[in-house]
């Protein structure tokens, strides 16, 4: 049993180079304080006999603790908690759980149903038996109504997460992202799912493949895209993997809007230089975020295609320049 407890509370999940889920135990890393924003990343190399190597996100100052998430910082608050306690039975007090708003975001925040601006946060977070309240008008809702609704809108995510890769796919998960407008906080952590997996369907689905994609589509793609990374720069700041593949995403539509504008001449050449070196340096993040990456992973194969597509673009960048001279 204590062998069990051990790998329930302190393995950290890694999968071979052919996929399948392994978990991993390390002495110093597996021991490291939790945190629901976490100043440190790790990466487990395969390729390396499955080594483990931590890194800090942010710049820290010295004697500042290392803090690491043992849950998906993408969850809100009360999916963390029940994560937390059911798998390393703890309650998290960090301050954003602690905090109503997650640090302002309202990323688990409920649309009032009796005002018409305001919204409902649960008083004491970590509280299983919290209410919720809206601080515009002062209304109540329990913590069962409140939970009770998000867990009827997730089951309608996941009959819409099974669905094929397809286009139909992808236009109700558009239908939901509207619907939950009267319901949720723009930032809550739902929405934020269905913008990510619209993210990775716009330039992948039949019928929208990134070169057919209208302006407007492409202009979607990118907001899509600046929206999660506005959570991204409070729940993961620095040198995040999913800040690294939102990042990638967001500079193809930007370069496609850039040459169409240029091409209906609705840019000139400089706007278009401008453009072209502000995508630019979304992949010089990207990749100096993957690069830590094992190479036969998932991220380190999106490092080398960074890596391609930053070459190719300072190329016609600078091709450009000389154009415009």
């Excluded at 393995?11 to 996929?19: C, D, H, I, V």
């Excluded at 798998?87 to 018409?116: I, M, N, V, W, Y």
């Excluded at 970590?126 to 009827?152: F, R, Y």
């Excluded at 992948?204 to 793609?221: A, F, I, N, S």
Aim: net charge neutral; proline share 5%.
């Amino acid at each position: 049993m204590q062998v069990v407890g051990v790998l329930e509370v302190n393995a950290f999940e890694a999968r071979s180079p052919k996929g399948y889920p392994l978990r991993c135990l390390f002495p110093y890393t597996g021991i490291l304080a939790h945190n629901c924003v976490p100043n440190t990343a790790r990466s487990i190399y395969p390729s390396e006999g499955y080594k483990i190597r931590l890194r800090a996100m942010v710049d820290l100052e010295e004697g500042q603790p290392l803090h690491h998430s043992y849950t998906y910082t993408l969850d809100g608050t009360a999916q963390r908690q029940k994560h937390l306690k059911q798998g390393k039975f703890f309650t998290c007090q960090c301050e954003r759980c602690l905090d109503p708003t997650e640090l302002g975001t309202h990323f688990s925040s409920l649309k009032c149903g009796q005002c018409a601006e305001g919204f409902q946060v649960p008083r004491q977070p970590t509280e299983p038996d919290t209410s919720w309240s809206c601080a515009g008008c002062g209304s109540d809702t329990s913590n069962a109504d409140a939970l009770a609704m998000l867990q009827s809108l997730q089951s309608e995510v996941n009959a819409v997460q099974a669905l094929p890769m397809a286009a139909k796919r992808l236009e109700e998960i558009e239908r939901l992202l509207r619907k939950y407008k009267s319901l949720l906080h723009p930032l809550h952590f739902i929405a934020t799912g269905l913008r990510q997996l619209l993210i990775e369907m716009y330039g992948r689905v039949q019928g929208y493949e990134m070169v057919q994609l209208p302006d407007h589509q492409l202009e979607r793609k990118a907001e899509l895209c600046r929206q999660v990374l506005r959570v991204l720069n409070t729940f993961e700041p620095g040198l995040s993997r999913t800040r690294a593949m939102n990042l990638y995403e967001l500079h193809v539509p930007l370069v496609l809007l850039a040459k169409s504008g240029f091409i209906a001449g609705k840019l000139k050449g400089g706007e278009l230089r401008a453009r072209l070196v502000d995508a630019i340096d979304l992949l010089k993040e990207c990749v100096e975020i993957l690069e830590f990456e094992d190479k036969s992973s998932q991220e380190g194969v999106l490092c080398v295609v960074a890596k391609q597509a930053l070459k190719q673009l300072t190329l016609s960048v600078e091709g450009l320049g000389s154009e415009l001279d």
